[in-house]
């Protein structure tokens, strides 16, 4: 047995530790938090001094068993998680768990995963910083009290299953008054005038009036001037400038500017940054610091001068924004700076291909520029009190943009470019003049990375909860991926062209927003009563406070039971009051009565979601009809709900069978018997007819025909969420890029089943065939255990091969859904029906 026991946080991380230690040392891994609050009650003392009750979780059992055991036998533990307050508290909770004693117990830290950062941490040990540990732990009890606490008003008050949290419920409010800034918006319409001019020599070059017309009428008369005029330079001004490179990545950077370049979610980039942490090729990705070791700074410095050459070299030192940002860390970069790029996944490869261009440009030179302003005089019979305007920009040294130009998230102006050789009083000729009708736009809605930038300047959540407050959010359908294609809007153009002018009408589609982010109905419900009801909890400067409370209790500054214990006074009432008095929350708008009876016509949330309904609540006959997936409770109006109730509606029939149209929770559709096949999107369903509906039923049955037959089994091919496939016997096998899909060759179709067969093979490890049980490999190294439609996920630390039949059905009996009780209403109703039929 090792003397040394070095445990971190990831087994990924554990291998490329153990590489640079010596065989006196053993890694192994805690695979995260080994302890936490309990999932099924409160577990904080809210009666007495807020003292947290940690629980090892059943699938950690055996993991701190063996650790414990290994942790005796070691002569000395070195507890080597993460740097964070997240690691400083796991980091704890194994010296708790595992009973290490102070006298062979270290703490070690590092940024980075290579063999220098390892064996200064050995030789520079630390006892466990019971700040950090307060920090996280204040953070998660506090959490634990919102969402604890407010989920249950939530599902008395707006609807089961819901759940609040400090920082979602925030981000979530930042989305829904953005909406709301973009349905209130009204668009203001103004003409630009651009033009183009040619010089004697004739080279060509683009130039527009300085301001906007805001009529038709001003911006006709202005071009009417324009008819028969002349032109020439009347001004030229020719300036240096420059511009300085960006600081290296933080976390909420490197999140955005992975958005922006490579269209990676804000979870896709840390995940992938996690890997390449782990394997030793960048420092810690967690961070707010924009610092540079010296050392790091000294190898940039010298890769650039060898690439480069020394004029692109510069070193820098950047301050962060951050209050909270620990100045000791630093920023993310690759631990070696000679290494340009590396092998391997590609999504890796890019990642830190941007990471190393970021790192680089950091230390080099300005880029100086030269910019030109130029003023067009215009000389007509009337006098023209307007001038052109033209900008160009010439790049006399590229300095650090050789290597790397930052991003943003919206690109409204357009860049300047190159103009020709001009000199004051040069003769120039017009090509055209264009009045263009343009419309002043609403703000942009939230993508991922410009949501993480608003969190981050208004002081909200920290680096470890970007990533994980969006997917929470979106996860509970509060927000959504934005598939808003847009509208269409017709404007003007006058263009005046040899001397004569023409009017052309235009289109263009305005408001589409595909990948945004839009609160779906239940959002803007829970937002709001959240707001009404507990504004200090969604209100932007408390978030604020209390992240830099955290603050100052990592720092020693203040004592987080004290902080826990003012916040809980306050809350708790406020919860109370709310939970007895306020009204039930549903969303509801009566938009007004049904012509036929007069009854009154709503939409409100529903138990399977946004619905309409008509009739009061006591009214035994009320109908009832499904919001479409594209129809929102607070925008759709009296006419399009009173179509919902004209379906479902019957064609006639088909091959023996009626055909039906309806409208579903996942969209409009076509029904034959017992297949159901979408309309095409943004199709109206009342318009479909019984011609387009057998055209789509036989379109279904072309589709479903079966390409192949194998093994006596037919094969069908179609496209899912996931792209194309192939179906055979009840498998669905996905068809890569290497494959021609629309032509697939019998032999590609039998590569493609018996590779999907190996896999499956390769994917068993036990199986009891009588019982209907298998138990496989899972992703991320975890295991499953099925039996039917029931599915239990097993922990990595699962020693799948020695799993004895009993225990498998024990593991599953305790998954299996239990009956429920019929109430007591569902009981009543049922007598009442019995009653009705005797």
Do not use: C
Not at 176 to 202: H, K, L, N, Q, W
Not at 223 to 251: E, G, H, M, R
Not at 736 to 743: H, L, R, S, T, V
């Amino acid at each position: 047995m090792a003397k040394n026991l070095v445990i971190v946080e990831s087994p990924a991380k554990a291998k490329t530790i153990e590489k640079f230690l010596g065989k006196d040392f053993k890694v192994a891994s805690s695979f995260g938090h080994i302890a936490d609050l309990p999932s099924k009650e409160l577990g904080v003392d809210v009666e007495g001094d807020f003292t947290p009750k940690y629980i090892v979780s059943s699938d950690k059992k055996a993991l701190v068993n063996d650790l414990k055991k290994q942790a005796k036998k070691a002569e000395m533990v070195w507890l080597a998680s993460d740097e964070d307050r997240e690691g400083e508290a796991i980091a704890w909770h194994l010296a708790e768990e595992l009973d290490l004693k102070d006298e062979n117990t270290k703490r070690i830290v590092f940024h980075e995963i290579t063999k220098s950062a390892i064996l200064k941490a050995i030789e520079n040990p630390r006892k466990i910083n019971y700040d950090l540990v307060n920090a996280q732990q204040a953070r998660r009890v506090l959490d634990r009290l919102v969402g604890y606490e407010l989920s249950p008003v939530l599902w008395r008050k707006v609807k089961g299953g819901l759940s609040a949290g400090r920082v979602q419920s925030v981000a979530v409010r930042l989305i829904v008054e953005r909406e709301r800034e973009i349905e209130g918006f009204t668009p203001v319409a103004s003409y630009r005038v651009d033009a183009e001019f040619t010089t004697t020599d004739g080279s060509k070059f683009k130039a527009k009036l300085p301001k906007n017309f805001e009529t038709e009428a001003e911006a006709r008369a202005f071009l009417q001037k324009n008819i028969k005029a002349t032109y020439d330079v009347a001004d030229l001004t020719k300036k240096p400038a420059k511009k300085s490179p960006a600081a290296p990545f933080t976390t909420s950077t490197l999140q955005q500017e992975a958005a922006r370049k490579l269209y990676f979610s804000v979870g896709k980039t840390m995940t992938i940054a996690q890997r390449l942490y782990e394997a030793g090729l960048i420092t810690y990705m967690r961070t707010d610091s924009v610092n540079l070791s010296n050392d790091a700074k000294a190898a940039a410095q010298k890769e650039i001068e060898t690439s480069y050459g020394s004029n692109y070299s510069k070193p820098r030192n950047y301050k962060g924004k951050s209050k909270g940002a620990q100045e000791a860390h630093e920023a993310i970069r690759p631990t070696d700076m000679s290494k340009h790029g590396i092998s391997g996944d590609r999504d890796q490869e890019r990642l830190y291909d941007l990471i190393w261009k970021r790192t680089l440009a950091s230390q080099m030179s300005d880029a100086q520029l030269e910019r030109t302003n130029v003023k067009i005089g215009i000389h007509a019979s009337e006098k023209v009190a307007e001038t052109f305007t033209a900008n160009g920009e010439m790049i006399k040294f590229d300095g650090f943009l050789k290597v790397y130009l930052e991003g943003t998230d919206f690109e409204e102006e357009e860049q300047d470019g190159m103009l020709p050789n001009l000199s004051k009083g040069d003769k120039l000729d017009n090509e055209y003049i264009t009045a263009t009708e343009r419309f002043t736009r609403p703000p942009y809605r939230f993508t991922e990375a410009s949501l993480v930038k608003q969190l981050e300047e208004l002081g909200i959540g920290r680096p470890s909860t970007y990533a994980p407050t969006i997917s929470t959010i979106i996860s509970r359908n509060y927000v959504e991926k934005g598939t808003i294609e847009g509208v269409e809007r017709n404007y003007l153009q006058l263009t005046l062209e040899n001397d004569s002018l023409k009017d052309k009408k235009l289109t263009e589609t305005v408001g589409s927003d595909k990948g945004k982010l839009v609160p779906t109905d239940i959002g803007l419900i829970v937002n709001d009563f959240l707001v009404e009801h507990f504004s200090s909890i969604l209100d932007f400067n408390f978030t604020a406070k209390v992240e830099e409370d955290f603050d100052d209790i990592a720092e020693g500054k203040e004592e987080w039971k004290k902080m826990m214990k003012d916040f809980y006074a306050k809350f708790h009432p406020n919860v109370e009051d709310v939970q007895e008095n306020a009204d039930r929350e549903s969303g509801e708008r009566i938009l007004g009565d049904d012509p036929e009876t007069g009854r009154p016509v709503l939409v409100r949330l529903g138990k399977f979601g946004p619905m309409a309904q008509i009739g009061a609540p006591d009214d035994e006959e009320k109908k009832f009809a499904s919001l479409r997936p594209d129809q929102q409770l607070h925008l759709v109006t009296f006419e399009e709900v009173m179509d919902l109730f004209k379906l479902p509606k019957t064609l006639g029939v088909y091959d023996g069978e009626e055909v039906e149209v309806n409208n579903g929770r996942y969209g409009p559709y076509v029904r034959l018997g017992k297949t159901f096949i979408s309309i095409p999107k943004g199709m109206d369903p009342l318009d479909v007819d019984m011609a387009f509906a057998k055209e789509l039923i036989e379109e279904k049955k072309k589709a479903d025909a079966p390409i192949y037959h194998y093994e006596d089994l037919p094969v069908q091919k179609g496209k899912g969420r996931f792209g194309p496939f192939i179906k055979w016997n009840d498998m669905f096998i996905n068809v890569n890029k290497k494959y021609d899909f629309d032509n697939l060759s019998d032999e590609d179709i039998e590569e493609l089943i018996e590779a999907k067969k190996q896999k499956e093979i390769d994917k068993l490890i036990q199986e009891w065939p009588e019982e209907g049980i298998r138990l496989e490999k899972a992703r991320w190294g975890r295991f499953n255990l099925i039996k039917g439609k029931t599915k239990v996920e097993l922990p990595k630390t699962t020693k799948a091969d020695k799993i004895t039949l009993e225990e498998a059905q024990d593991i599953l009996a305790k998954k299996a859904p239990k009956k429920k009780k019929a109430s007591a209403k569902k009981k009543t109703t049922k007598k009442k029906a019995t009653a009705k039929k005797k």
